[in-house]
């Protein structure tokens, strides 16, 4: 890990810490629920050659292995700082977080990229960034709803409940938190 990398995990850390410290985490967590990301795609296969050539050094491959665990857990680890930083209304230093990740195609690093440009009003962006989304995971529940919200906003109920319906297809009832949420938006009780 090189110091620049450090100094800026050490930074996303203080910052999430001096959050927590100066308005408390409760409020913070009744804000909003934290789910952990999808899974990081697999690491993509190589060449058949290099396979084999790996596959002679098991040490290597364990080590590997580890490393792709390490990753991972670093991934999520500072995916929910920067969620939690967007959960405070921090939105600007969300996304830098976000970015800071490495993974802009992730869906749900995207999603909340999109959800914090909504919340600060930038709504091409958004659309750039749930749409990224969407490529990512055709099915990401998340950002049907999220992007229904969004139509909500800019006043196109009808486009807000095609996306509904697409949730409750997704979810298969309408009893998931996704629907949930953009069912109160639509119906103009709530606002995320």
């Not at 959050?19 to 697999?42: N, R, S, Y």
């Not at 990753?71 to 929910?80: G, N, P, S, V």
Request: glycine letters at 6%; charged letters at 25%; proline letters at 4%.
């Amino acid at each position: 890990m090189t110091l620049i990398q450090k100094a800026h995990r050490v930074g996303i850390i203080s910052a999430v810490v001096l959050l927590v410290a100066a308005i408390g985490i409760k409020p913070m967590l009744a804000a909003a629920t934290w789910d952990p990301p999808q899974p990081l795609p697999e690491p993509k296969q190589e060449d058949s050659k290099k396979a084999k050539k790996k596959d002679k050094n098991k040490n290597s491959s364990a080590i590997e292995q580890q490393e792709q665990l390490l990753a991972r857990e670093k991934f999520l680890r500072d995916y929910r700082a920067a969620s939690l930083l967007i959960f405070a209304g921090d939105y600007k230093a969300g996304i830098a977080a976000l970015h800071a990740l490495g993974h802009d195609e992730h869906p749900d690093v995207a999603n909340y990229i999109g959800y914090a440009y909504r919340k600060i009003g930038n709504y091409d962006q958004s659309k750039v960034w749930y749409e990224a989304a969407l490529k990512a995971d055709p099915n990401h529940v998340r950002t049907w709803s999220y992007y229904g919200m969004w139509h909500m906003e800019q006043g196109n109920r009808l486009k807000a409940e095609d996306y509904l319906a697409k949730v409750k297809l997704i979810c298969g009832n309408s009893d998931c938190t996704e629907y949930r949420q953009l069912k109160s938006v639509i119906d103009g009780k709530a606002s995320y």
